[in-house]
Structures are given as C-alpha cells and as structure tokens.
C-alpha cells in the first residue's frame, strides 16, 4: 500500500508566477484535501475534490484551483503568487465515506520571493 | 464547527505515560474527536479518533469524558519519536468533512 506522494519537494518562484503542485492520493482512497501550513501555524483547509469536483472549499480566493483525475491525483494551482503564499502546502487522501482517517504526504514546501 | 483548546507546550519523561488535554465544548453531537501529529518536517500522521466511547490501538489512548466536552490522549509509553506536534481536532460539519487544526500542543519527550 503506498502513501500519499507530492512533487516537488521544495519550490521557490517569484511574486506574480503562476505554480503548479502534484499530489498522487493513496492507493484505495477517491478524495483528496489541499491545505496550507505557515510556519509556526497549523494546516488551514484549502479545498477537497471528489469524483473530480470540488467538495467544499476554505476561506481561500480564486486564484487558488485545483484539479482531480480519474486515477484520484490531483493538482493544486495557484496564480498570481503573492509573498504570502509562501508555506508548506499538504495534500491529503481519504475516503469519501465515513469517518476514515486522512493520510497525509510530505508536503511541498513553496517559497515566493 | 466546534473549536478545540489545547495548552501550548508539554513535558514528558521517556518511558512514562503522556497526557495530552483537549477541550472541545462546543462539539455537536454526531462530530467525531480527531487527534493527529506532526513530526517536524513531516506532514500530520493519524493516531486515532472517537465519537462517544474511549478507544485505544497501537498508538495511543482516547479517553472522551461524558459529556464529550474534552478529551485526553494517552501516549501510554512515550519515546523520543513521539516528540511532535499534537493537534487535537473536531471534525468540520461541512459536506467537505475536512479538518481544522488548531495550533495543537508541542510535545516534547525528555531522556
């Protein structure tokens, strides 16, 4: 059974940039959560897909979106990058039912200079 | 949703038994008591979850009082690996089911 994977690592990118981070959902699970950690913060809820649509959304503008497909990895894009972005941004799986754990990856750790 | 409240920071003797408090006396009656960690530079990690009863596996102890207005996770032997951050979560009643993390409790286990 493999884990929860997101690429890259590490990212740095400039304000005004457009980034694209990956997210491979662990085997068996068809939800993925985005979330967002500042430093010294706890996660902060981004957004949730399901079967490839949206399933709620946090207190987050537009210019964050996101994508899933049909093997349940899933895409978190954001434009227009702001200094204030700069965080680790965790991916998470799990299964839409019940009251299931959620698996998190590593995270991808963005830095907007 | 419900919030929780958790003390800051906590101490504990390697080989002894950690308790970390939560207060949650909001909690409606069908949200269930999550508790995560998170490993510096890691991302958070399952321990366990209940809803009414207390409940225990290979990691820990959840102890809900009766009235489910806090809760008591029980590290029964900690070791160094459990240093981490320690969040204690009430799950959101949005159809999204997601998580909302406090600042948790940094635990730190002493030699």
């Known amino acids: 059974e493999t884990g929860v994977t997101q690429s890259p690592t590490h990212l740095i990118k400039t304000r005004g940039q457009q980034v694209t981070l990956r997210c491979s959902s662990q085997s068996g699970h068809n939800t993925v959560s985005w979330y967002q950690q500042a430093l010294g913060q706890g996660p902060q809820f981004i957004f949730q897909y399901y079967r490839e649509e949206e399933n709620g959304r946090g207190n987050f503008p537009p210019r964050f979106s996101g994508l899933q497909f049909p093997n349940y990895s899933s895409e978190l894009n954001v434009n227009a990058l702001e200094l204030d972005d700069s965080a680790l941004y965790l991916c998470?799986?799990?299964?839409?039912?019940?009251?299931?754990?959620?698996?998190f990856g590593s995270g991808t750790r963005l830095t907007v200079v | 949703d419900a919030k929780t409240t958790q003390p800051p920071s906590m101490d504990c003797a390697e080989g002894r038994a950690a308790n970390l408090p939560c207060n949650h006396s909001?909690?409606?009656?069908?949200?269930?008591v999550y508790w995560y960690r998170q490993i510096h530079s890691q991302g958070p990690q399952y321990i366990i979850h209940?809803?009414?009863n207390n409940e225990t596996n290979e990691m820990a102890s959840l102890i809900i009082t009766e009235d489910r207005k806090s809760s008591t996770l029980i590290l029964p032997h900690a070791t160094l690996r459990d240093t981490a951050v320690y969040y204690c979560i009430v799950r959101g009643q949005t159809g999204a089911n997601n998580l909302f993390f406090g600042t948790g409790t940094r635990l730190t286990v002493i030699p």
């Open positions: 909001t909690i409606s009656g069908n949200e269930y």
């Open positions: 209940g809803l009414k």
């Open positions: 998470a799986s799990s299964l839409a039912a019940g009251d299931y754990g959620y698996t």
